[in-house]
């Protein structure tokens, strides 16, 4: 079965923080997607990052960093200095096929404060 | 601009009832899906359906109907079978191999 965990529920951080959201799947697929979403208070889902599962390399976009750890089975994301835009639920999903049918994480709500 | 159109944003049921949410999209999108969202939740997917007169039960289907007579409306009827409706609900597209692409939710809430 895969399931997809996110063990920190909530964060609060100061503006300029750095800040680092937890992700870790199980799987037993060899193929398969990760994904990160952002949910603001609006509602929509936003696509940040998919990566499937053999491309290992840790990707940058931005204030926005991915860590990507198969050993582990883990999926980080860190935000860089944090902006009060960016609090929001964060999603972590899991897919075998591209994105067609998700397994979700819990979600975290991170709090940046002015 | 192109996107989805869910409505309406707020919605309230009596008990008993069903209720129909709309969810539109002009992205010329194949593939339509609709998740379900609960405080403290991840999503979880009610129906989708990758083509129009085509669609297939999802993990949590049970109290729910849709209908896809056309390419860019996949509307999603809570049933009064469904004793637990209130939460979110998120209708999202796709094409291709592409991300899915997100709604504004509509929140069901039971009078």
């Known amino acids: 079965a895969q399931k997809v965990t996110q063990a920190q529920t909530e964060i609060s951080v100061v503006e300029k923080e750095d800040v680092t959201l937890d992700c870790v799947y199980e799987t037993r697929d060899t193929t398969y997607y990760l994904f990160w979403y952002k949910q603001p208070p609006s509602g929509e889902l936003v696509f940040l990052i998919r990566r499937n599962s053999f491309d290992e390399q840790n990707e940058i976009s931005g204030r926005y960093s991915w860590n990507f750890q198969k050993s582990t089975s883990s999926f980080n994301f860190t935000i860089t200095a944090s902006q009060v835009v960016d609090s929001a639920v964060y999603f972590c999903?899991?897919?075998?096929?591209?994105?067609?049918?998700?397994?979700f994480g819990p979600g975290t709500r991170l709090s940046v404060l002015p | 601009d192109g996107g989805i159109t869910q409505s309406p944003k707020y919605l309230f049921r009596k008990e008993g009832q069903n209720v129909t949410l709309s969810c539109e999209q002009n992205?010329?999108?194949?593939?339509m899906y609709w998740y379900r969202q609960d405080p403290g939740q991840g999503l979880r997917l009610i129906y989708y359906?990758?083509?129009?007169?085509?669609?297939q039960k999802g993990d949590i289907a049970e109290g729910y109907s849709v209908s896809r007579e056309k390419k860019e409306s996949f509307p999603l009827t809570v049933t009064s079978a469904q004793k637990n409706p209130t939460a979110f609900y998120l209708c999202a597209s796709r094409q291709g191999t592409q991300p899915q692409h997100f709604g504004d939710g509509t929140r069901l809430s039971i009078l």
């Open positions: 359906s990758q083509i129009v007169n085509d669609f």
């Open positions: 999903a899991l897919s075998q096929n591209y994105g067609q049918n998700f397994v």
């Open positions: 992205l010329n999108h194949d593939a």
